[in-house]
């Protein structure tokens, strides 16, 4: 996890509005996704955790909802990134 991403990861919890594209682009690489570019969204991934994927609007304006999903879908990686260091403790 890169630290301006762990620090956007807080800022964008405490406030789900005013986030743009580069936002999420810098939000989602630090955290180790990857993303696809579809008609409407961009689809991120991760790598390894398939399972965890959102699609973001491509819109210059996004509404707080992309926000909040984000934080969630982020929480949910650190979880099994949890999960997965005590396993292996």
Same mark, same amino acid.
């Given at each position: *996890? ?7 990861? &807080?800022? *964008? $919890? !405490? %406030? #789900? ?18 993303? !696809? &570019?579809?008609?409407?969204? $961009?689809? /991120?991934?991760? =790598?390894? /955790? #398939?399972?965890?994927? *959102?699609?973001? #609007?491509?819109?210059? %304006?996004? =509404?707080?909802?992309?926000?909040? &999903? ?5 929480? =949910? ?5 949890? =999960? !997965? &260091?005590?396993?292996?403790?």
């Amino acid at each position: *996890m890169g630290d301006s991403a762990g620090k956007l990861l &807080e800022r *964008m $919890r !405490n %406030s #789900p509005t005013g986030w743009g594209q580069t936002d999420f682009e810098t939000l989602f690489k630090g955290f180790g996704f990857d993303w !696809n &570019e579809g008609k409407k969204h $961009r689809i /991120y991934f991760h =790598k390894d /955790y #398939p399972n965890l994927q *959102m699609g973001v #609007p491509r819109h210059n %304006s996004l =509404k707080k909802w992309v926000a909040r &999903e984000a934080v969630k879908l982020i929480d =949910k990686l650190l979880e099994l990134l949890k =999960k !997965n &260091e005590e396993s292996h403790v």
